[in-house]
């Protein structure tokens, strides 16, 4: 299994926004979907949203809003657009390839990136 690589997170201001990404090889993007996990301290690793090679997207109820998860398929790109971030957003945010159903549900399979770690602080 070759891991996917999340972008350097970072230290943001709350109420500020801040862009992800993560690159997987291109014959592993292109036939399946991606998604963002993220861990806060003490807490189990949580689902954020994913999204297939043709663009079908699926969040977390408690996140649409102020995530926003979109490709690039021609450079084997997923993004995560965190927007409004409030200090609860601290966490590790992980990148995973997996499949999303046409019930819009995402199953992760065990292929993950290290982690990038975000701090919203003031």
């Known amino acids: 299994q070759v891991q996917p690589m999340e972008s350097w997170g970072g230290l943001v201001q709350p109420g500020g926004s801040l862009r992800l990404f993560c690159v997987a090889l291109?014959?592993?993007?292109?036939?399946?979907?991606m998604g963002w996990y993220r861990q806060a301290p003490g807490k189990q690793r949580e689902y954020i949203a994913a999204?297939?090679?043709?663009?079908?997207?699926n969040y977390e109820n408690s996140v649409q809003g102020r995530f926003v998860i979109y490709n690039d398929n021609a450079k084997s790109t997923v993004f995560l657009q965190i927007n409004d971030l409030k200090t609860e957003d601290t966490a590790v945010y992980f990148c995973?390839?997996?499949?999303?159903?046409?019930?819009?549900?995402?199953?992760?399979?065990?292929?993950w990136g290290q982690g990038t770690q975000v701090t919203v602080s003031s």
């Open positions: 995973n390839v997996g499949k999303l159903s046409f019930a819009g549900r995402y199953s992760p399979y065990n292929v």
């Open positions: 291109r014959d592993i993007f292109s036939v399946n979907a």
């Open positions: 999204i297939t090679p043709g663009g079908t997207t």
